[in-house]
């Protein structure tokens, strides 16, 4: 199979300007927790927040140029400026959302609680904060990493940093949600996830849904739609739906701080359950904030809504007693979920490429004998076996664990796969002999899913170890690709749109240099 070089995550997500880089004061982590111990924290999140936004919406020279002369001492951003102006192969960024979210965990726990009285410059709160968030990443580009932490490094990195297409997965999730998943009533593993909805938060799906879309559009569009509660006519929904999915999506700021205790341990500040799991902040004097936008923005995609019922699930079922429950509806949930991003994906093949030849799974057993199959093979001259699957990356992977989580992601998600499109085509092959011209082998996850040279190599290396008879070895087969659910809808449209075979396209997109980076970027590029 392929063998891809390995690229540090500087080169992979550009360069983060930081004291390293000759721009601010290098300090000890010890020094910044005191320094930030001196600020007021109620205006310190405030300002976090709108860097956390700016630095998730920067895009390019212009973006990066504005955001250090409104973050930047000016000294400073004359530096950060010169180097974003360097033209060298690396893209400079001011600052990263993650820096901005640690940081904001350190205040928690450092800042005092009560209500700032004093008079501060906010300019000069502006400088501070970034003067801090500077020396906090030139402490993270100091710590030495594993060739194994590496990998992890650059998963988290994508998961994290990816803020693209957001209005596509809105769409998918709104779709899974209110036209999938109501279909499936008669399943063996069916949850009715209206009433876990409204057992949790006392509002009625439609309108949690409705809300939580909402606002995510909101957030990730609007810089200042960053506090909460936001104002809606009361004709359309009542304060009192709005206030209870506010409770619900909030944290208290001592329930916040107990949280960012146990977050700053994971000291490469990849741990952020105190703003994900319920991304607001509720400062108890009025004002709630999303202290990362995006995070909220994340709970209308399928991977947010299948968290949200998976917690409500966990939560329900949490005593010792019921552990057996808990994971009994879980795997239901799984299951279900599954099932659904399953049929999304075969009606986006009916909507865009309807007249592709193909094989679905139902038909395969007849055609080609029994056996395991993947979901289906699109064929003609070319065949694009695909098999679906809802897998994100554990929460283990994305924040604290070790490159044993990383490959039980990469086993159950993608190898299992691959290993049932192997055999799929073993008696394919057998039966019709082979395509015209190739195979192009696809396992389409319905999660964001991160993608790089690393993580392929480490793909490749397990799917050798599983022993496969046609994916990578057969000299038709290409080597296997990973897409996400929009990734492939971007596939499927663009194909149907152009009047071509999905096939020419994962063509392109595999002899092309940014076989190491996802469809998605390929294409826009």
Known sequence: MAKFEASSPLDFMGVYISANSGVGQRLKLETIRKRLSDLPLFPVLDVLAQIAFKADKARGNNDAETLANVLLRPAHATQAIRLIQSGTREKYSVVSSQMAVGLALLALDVCEYEEYDGEFDMQELVHAVSDLLLALSAVMDETKITTDALVLELVRMELWARVNDYDRWHELCHRIILEVLPNLSDDADWIDVS????????????????LTNTAAISVNGSFDMYKFPPKIPTSVLSEEVIG????????????????????????????FSTFYERPLLDLGNGTIMAIRPWFLANKATPAGFFSTVETIIRNKWAGEKDDKERSKEFLKWSRLFGKATEIMARRLIEEYIPNVSRVDEDDMEARWGKGKGC?????????????????RMNKMTTTTGDINDLAKDLNAGVVEKL??????????????GEPGSFIYPVVVIGAPFAVNGLLLNEIDKRAEDAGMSIVGVHPKCKSPMILDLEEYWMLVETAGYHNMHPAELLDAWITSPLRVSNFRNWLVT
């Open 195 to 210: 009433a876990l909805i409204k057992e949790a938060s006392g509002i009625e799906l439609d309108d949690f849904w409705a």
């Open 244 to 271: 209870k999915w506010t409770k619900y999506w909030s944290m208290s700021l001592d329930e916040a701080r107990l949280a960012a205790k146990n977050d700053i341990l994971d000291t490469r500040l990849w741990s």
């Open 419 to 432: 290993q049932q499109i192997d055999s799929t085509l073993s008696r394919a092959l057998k039966v019709e």
């Open 375 to 391: 979901d289906t093979v699109l064929t003609g001259d070319n065949w694009v076996p695909i098999d679906f699957v809802y897998r």
